[in-house]
Nanobody, 118 residues
Framework: QVQLTESGGGLVQAGASLRLSCAASGRTLSGRAMGWFRQAPGKEREFVAAVLGSITDYTDSVKGRFTISKNNARNTVYLQMDNLKPEDTAVYHC?????????????WGQGTQVTVSS
């Protein structure tokens, strides 16, 4: 049973930074594709970022501002979010993915709320 637990969300002002963490249990992350998705109120869930080995992918709206990384020793995935904008406000979900191109999640965390005020 794979369990993904996100943390690190919060309420910040525009321009601030946050780092989200996703701790995994039940399966090693080594060699696996991992990603972040987000869902804003009234909108569908959208892909944010993914990592598989040395390959990373990002949705266009976060390129240059967000960085995804994975620490296999800690079995944890991170999302460093800089220069946050109000439109980044959403619940952010960590996912273990079957593919990154296209991005497709198979196991999901419960999510962590990120709210960016203007």
């Amino acid at each position: 049973q794979v369990q993904l637990t996100e943390s690190g969300g919060g309420l910040v002002q525009a321009g601030a930074s946050l780092r989200l963490s996703c701790a995994a249990s039940g399966r090693t992350l080594s060699g696996r594709a991992m990603g972040w998705f987000r869902q804003a109120p009234g909108k569908e869930r959208e892909f944010v970022a993914a990592v598989l080995g040395s390959i990373t992918d990002y949705t266009d709206s976060v390129k240059g501002r967000f960085t995804i990384s994975k620490n296999n020793a800690r079995n944890t995935v991170y999302l460093q979010m800089d220069n946050l904008k109000p439109e980044d406000t959403a619940v952010y979900h960590c996912a273990m993915m079957s593919t990154i191109r296209p991005p497709k999640g198979t196991y999901w965390g419960q999510g962590t709320q990120v709210t960016v005020s203007s």
